[in-house]
């Protein structure tokens, strides 16, 4: 454990370092990422403007969905989403096996590698949103709400890691499938919306479509003060099990990598 | 170019177009009234816009940016062709091989899901619809174009772009009709390019717009893709003035 953090600290100083010294890229960055985040929202508002209630989530429910979603989304691009996109080059050029052959297991390498730090104005401005929403239509929230959401929104994140590792890992049987990471952006506008909006799909879809939907609506309740065990128990489940699976799927798919020299 | 992966090109434009169905199937499911549209007409401007975005927004014009940079640019500067009408042709043919894919992704997205769509029937509403498509077409290639020849002046091309594509899903009617903005917003908006390019469209096609808005939407398109024109003209001189290449 020692050493992971050791490993990390230098990547991360390193990342930084990259950052700043390209100024230009670190303000273009910036710019986009908090233009993309204020745009989400605005979006969102205007969407919910007339509306009270939907599948019984209030319109303040959807906001703070979306609030949250762009928190967990903002930590997402800060600590793993530079590694999933550049995971396909890699594979397709051969430079995955310098990871490989590091004395250190190759998915955790992986995902530590690069570091976004400019992303987290997009969690910086769910936080703002969030109190915004809470401010303007006067939520009362508890301490105990607040602390509770944490370790659900940590689990979300996770499963969110794995759904991208199950994905970006097709990579090493399709090489050629350089864009397969823009199929999980396209889906994002999934996840803005509560589970209970698909139930009208059928089953197959519907169970595709879960994963994605409960990773930012669950934390929603707990932050409320609102304790669905079920909701929480399903999200705690499907966590665990999709990073399970999504790491043997890892494991699997390296028995299958051939090097660029072999 | 790869199969495997213009397949997931194509999918991911499917999943985008699932994705926003849902979002706005969402917002109408309970409450059938979004500033003054209903279900149905909703859905019919949320899939015609972005038909008409996917047509008109898909460009190989951002190169143009990375092919200023690197130099490339010298390359078509020493042929006897216009680099610009080059990239307009390159362009009509990406939009030709785009459309027959799109229309599969659509036909699949409407024998899934059936959703509320209205199908105009009126044949000189369509006629418009596509002349006012051609036209944006046109307009957006200006705009698009001017936007890369920032590759002239610097190397971050990729960032004023990037804001360009959010601002530009705003306001011109690509995410919400608008019409739903405040009035003052929307009348200072019509004088502007950007609603000419999915918002006037989607609003011909639903047969929405009297016969008079129709022909002075259709004018001030005319003149902006003149002044774009004139700009992207003037702008593309200044910046073969300051070009330079080196080793080609």
New interface residues.
């Given amino acids: 454990m020692k050493r992971f953090f050791r490993v990390y600290k230098i990547l991360f100083l390193m990342n930084l370092s990259v950052l700043t010294a390209h100024r230009g890229a670190f303000i273009n960055h910036l710019i986009s990422g908090t233009v993309w985040g204020i745009f989400s929202f605005i979006v969102m508002i205007l969407l919910t403007y007339n509306v009270r209630s939907i599948y019984s989530w209030s319109k303040q429910d959807i906001l703070l969905l979306n609030g949250i979603l762009g928190i967990i989304l903002g930590l997402f691009n800060t600590f793993f989403q530079a590694n999933f996109d550049n995971f396909p080059n890699l594979v397709n050029k051969g430079k995955l096996d310098s990871f490989l052959l590091k004395p250190m297991d190759a998915q955790v390498l992986l995902g530590i590698w690069h570091t976004k730090v400019v992303s987290l104005s997009r969690a910086l401005i769910g936080f703002i949103f969030i109190f915004y929403i809470c401010i303007h239509y006067q939520i009362s929230i508890s301490w105990t709400g607040v602390l509770l959401s944490i370790p659900v929104v940590i689990l979300g994140i996770g499963l969110y890691y794995s759904i991208w590792l199950f994905v970006t890992t097709l990579t090493i049987w399709f090489d050629r499938a350089t864009n397969i990471v823009e199929l999980l952006h396209s889906l994002q506008g999934i996840m803005r919306i509560p589970p209970v909006a698909f139930r009208e799909l059928n089953l197959v879809l519907f169970l595709v479509v879960l994963p994605l939907t409960i990773v930012a609506a669950t934390p929603v309740g707990l932050f409320l003060g609102r304790f669905d065990f079920g909701g929480l128990a399903l999200l705690t489940t499907v966590s665990f099990v999709c990073l399970l699976l999504s790491r043997k799927f890892w494991l699997l798919a390296l028995r299958s990598y051939t090097s660029a020299s072999s | 170019m790869?199969r495997?992966?213009f397949i997931?090109?194509r999918?991911?434009?499917l999943?985008?177009l699932?994705?926003?169905y849902?979002?706005?199937?969402?917002?109408t499911?309970?409450?059938n009234?979004?500033?003054g549209y209903d279900q149905s007409e909703i859905i019919t401007y949320l899939l015609i816009s972005t038909f008409v975005g996917d047509f008109i927004y898909s460009t190989r014009t951002t190169a143009i940016a990375s092919e200023i940079n690197e130099g490339v640019l010298t390359n078509f500067l020493l042929r006897p062709l216009s680099y610009l009408r080059y990239y307009f042709t390159r362009d009509l043919a990406d939009k030709a091989m785009n459309i027959v894919f799109a229309l599969g992704e659509y036909a699949i997205f409407f024998s899934l899901l059936h959703p509320p769509f209205i199908f105009q029937t009126n044949a000189s509403l369509l006629l418009l619809f596509l002349a006012s498509v051609l036209l944006g077409v046109i307009l957006y290639f200006f705009i698009s174009v001017l936007i890369s020849l920032i590759g002239f002046w610097?190397?971050?091309g990729?960032?004023p772009r990037?804001?360009f594509y959010?601002?530009i899903?705003?306001v011109s009617g690509s995410?919400?009709p608008l019409d739903?903005l405040p009035k003052p917003v929307f009348a200072l908006l019509e004088w502007l390019p950007f609603p000419y390019l999915i918002f006037f469209q989607s609003k011909v096609y639903q047969g929405q717009l009297p016969g008079s808005e129709i022909v002075s939407g259709f004018l001030i398109l005319v003149v902006w893709i003149c002044i774009m024109y004139v700009v992207t003209r003037f702008v593309w001189k200044k910046g073969l003035r300051v070009y330079t290449a080196q080793g080609r």
């Fill in positions: 790869y495997t992966s997931l090109y999918v991911r434009e999943l985008k699932f994705s926003l849902f979002l706005w199937h969402f917002v499911a309970q409450n009234d979004f500033f610097s190397n971050e990729w960032g990037f804001i959010q601002v899903g705003i995410l919400f739903v």
